[in-house]
């Protein structure tokens, strides 16, 4: 059972930045698929980033050039770098992992395993 512990999250200005990181333990990090995801106050869980056992990141159009997702398997570390930050981006943020393939939503998200969220507030 993977074990995840999310850190970074924050309150901070409209073109601001912050940087999340998700510890991972209880499996051989090197052979999850990682990815991050938000869920704002009344909306549905949204897919973020995520990144493949190669490295390989994805992100959706939402995000793309402002966020970067990175991981260190020495540290068995995710992390997600944040900048030109803005309103639209607040809410709970969640690191996922799985083993089989990369974390995704489809209606609802689905992961073998969930960190608690780290919160992350924008204001304008």
């Known amino acids: 059972q993977v074990q995840l512990v999310e850190s970074g999250g924050g309150s901070v200005q409209a073109g601001g930045s912050l940087r999340l990181s998700c510890r991972a333990s209880?499996?051989?990090?090197?052979?999850?698929?990682m990815g991050w995801f938000r869920q704002a106050p009344g909306k549905q869980r949204e897919w973020v980033s995520s990144?493949?056992?190669?490295?390989?990141?994805s992100y959706p159009e939402s995000v793309k050039g402002r966020f970067t997702i990175s991981q260190d398997n020495g540290k068995n570390t995710l992390y997600l770098q944040m900048t030109s930050l803005k309103p639209e981006d607040t809410g709970m943020y969640y690191c996922?992992?799985?083993?089989?393939?990369?974390?995704?939503?489809?209606?609802?998200?689905?992961?073998?395993?969930w960190g608690q969220g780290t919160q992350v507030t924008v204001s304008s």
């Open positions: 990144i493949s056992t190669r490295g390989s990141p």
């Open positions: 209880g499996f051989t990090y090197s052979r999850l698929y």
């Open positions: 996922a992992a799985d083993s089989a393939g990369p974390p995704y939503c489809s209606g609802s998200c689905y992961a073998e395993s």
